[in-house]
C-alpha cells in the first residue's frame, strides 16, 4: 500500500499545500504486523517545555485528495497524529502535524524552528503514559521535496516528527516554500 501525502495546511486556514508525493510502504518500513507489538493508545497531548507549548493532540487520516489531513476543529490549537503510523513511543516514526498560523493569529507550531538538539518532547498518551523525546536535528524541505523516505527510515529507537509550514509565504494554494520538520528520538 502505497500512500500519498498532499497538503499538509488547509489553504482555507491561510497555511499552504504540499504537493501529492508518494510516502512509502509503512509496514515494509517499520516493521511487519505479524512482529510489531499491539498498537498503544493514541496520544493525547504534547508538550514542548522549550516552546512553552502545551497542546491537546487529536487522530488525522488521509484527507480526501491522499494527503495527510489536518485537525478541523481548533487549528490553531490542536496538532494532529498521523493515525495510519505508530502511536509516539511505539516502534517506527510517529507523525505529528500542526499549522503554523491562521489568517488571524499564531498557531501551535508557530515557533517549532527554534527548537535545539537536545530539546525534550513529551507526549501522553490515552492510557496517561508519558513517552519523551529528545530532538536530534531540524530541517527545512521545500514542500516539492518533502522527505517521506528519511522520515519513516527504519530506526533502532521510535521516533517522533514533527511538522509545520515555513520559509517564504508564496500565497495560492501553496502558501509557505517549505516544511519544517523536527527529528526526534525517544529517550530511555
Not at 515555513?166 to 530511555?188: E, S
Request: glycine share 10%; charged share 20%.
Amino acid at each position: 500500500m502505497v500512500l500519498a501525502l498532499g497538503g499538509f495546511f488547509a489553504a482555507a486556514a491561510g497555511v499552504g499545500e504540499v504537493a501529492h508525493l508518494p510516502l512509502p510502504d509503512l509496514s515494509a518500513l517499520s516493521g511487519s504486523s505479524a512482529d510489531a507489538a499491539a498498537p498503544s493508545a493514541a496520544p493525547a497531548r504534547i508538550t514542548i517545555p522549550a516552546l512553552d507549548v502545551r497542546a491537546r493532540v487529536v487522530t488525522v487520516g488521509q484527507a480526501d485528495d491522499g494527503s495527510i489531513a489536518t485537525p478541523d476543529q481548533d487549528p490553531v490549537r490542536t496538532v494532529g497524529w498521523y493515525e495510519l503510523g505508530p502511536s509516539p513511543g511505539d516502534r517506527g516514526t510517529a507523525v505529528i502535524v500542526g499549522h503554523v498560523d491562521s489568517q488571524d493569529e499564531a498557531a501551535v507550531f508557530a515557533r517549532l524552528a527554534e527548537l535545539s538538539p537536545g530539546d525534550r518532547i513529551e507526549v501522553t498518551r490515552g492510557d496517561g503514559q508519558v513517552e519523551s523525546f529528545a530532538v536530534d536535528s531540524l530541517r527545512r524541505t521545500p514542500k516539492t521535496a518533502f522527505p517521506a523516505r528519511t522520515i519513516f527510515a527504519p530506526s533502532p529507537k521510535p521516533r517522533l516528527v514533527l511538522v509545520t509550514c515555513g520559509g517564504a509565504w508564496l500565497g495560492g494554494d501553496v502558501g509557505y516554500a517549505d516544511n519544517v520538520l523536527v527529528f526526534a528520538t525517544r529517550i530511555d
